[in-house]
């Protein structure tokens, strides 16, 4: 079965601070996802990643598949930052497995 | 930027009705899916849509459940006989290719009275 863990639940930072959110994941899973979901409820998909690295902006995801572990880092956070920020995992074309999402207030 | 549009946005209904929600997908998009968030919890997967036919459904997709793509635009999901617990926001997906990202509507929050 595939299972996603990611942490913290929750996190408040200073705006302008660097923040990082963890995720684990099982074997099985060969690509992972960072989504963001804002108050209203709707989902965008941030990255996904099967190896390496990738940035877009002031967001950069790593992934390391020998230790099932992948990292959303944020720099220069900033108020309209906050959001849910959830890590999924699923095979390439298959359904996601969703992990609890961590809650980011960044205050100014 | 093309997105995928979900209505309506908020669907109350009575116990025991039928409630279809609607979903118009990124136009070259070949794969189709629906999850549900109960408020509170995570997201949950229920099913996948290619070709014209289910490719995969999880537990929660019981027979109450069903999914079409009536006009080759539209991607609905019914619910049969609504209960109370199927209160959740709806949220439907697409991709263009197996390799790609899904890409997320807003989602229909369903609430069961």
């Known amino acids: 079965k595939n299972e996603v863990e990611q942490s913290p639940q929750n996190l408040t930072a200073q705006e302008g601070e660097f923040i990082t959110i963890n995720c684990s994941y099982s074997v099985g899973i060969s690509a992972l996802h960072w989504l963001q979901q804002h108050p209203g409820g709707g989902i965008v998909s941030l990255f996904m990643?099967?190896?390496g690295k990738k940035k877009h902006g002031r967001l950069i995801a790593t992934i390391n598949i020998q230790e099932k572990h992948s990292s959303l880092h944020i720099t220069a956070s900033h108020p309209r930052d906050s959001a849910v920020y959830i890590c999924?995992?699923?095979?390439?074309?298959?359904?996601?497995?969703f992990g609890e999402g961590t809650q980011l207030t960044v205050n100014p | 930027e093309p997105e995928v549009t979900q209505t309506p946005s908020h669907q109350v209904t009575q116990m025991g009705q039928e409630v279809i929600l609607r979903c118009v997908p990124i136009s070259n998009h070949l794969y189709f899916y629906w999850y549900r968030q109960i408020l509170g919890q995570k997201v949950e997967f229920l099913v996948s849509?290619?070709?014209?036919?289910?490719?995969?459904k999880s537990e929660i997709f019981d027979d109450q459940f069903s999914v079409e793509r009536p006009d080759g635009s539209n991607f609905t999901l019914k619910i049969r006989s609504t209960k109370l617990e199927d209160s959740a926001m709806y949220f439907c997906a697409s991709r263009g290719t197996r390799e790609q990202p899904q890409h997320f509507g807003d989602g229909t929050r369903l609430s069961i009275l």
């Open positions: 990643l099967s190896s």
């Open positions: 999924a995992g699923g095979t390439s074309g298959s359904r996601l497995t």
């Open positions: 849509f290619y070709n014209n036919e289910i490719s995969e």
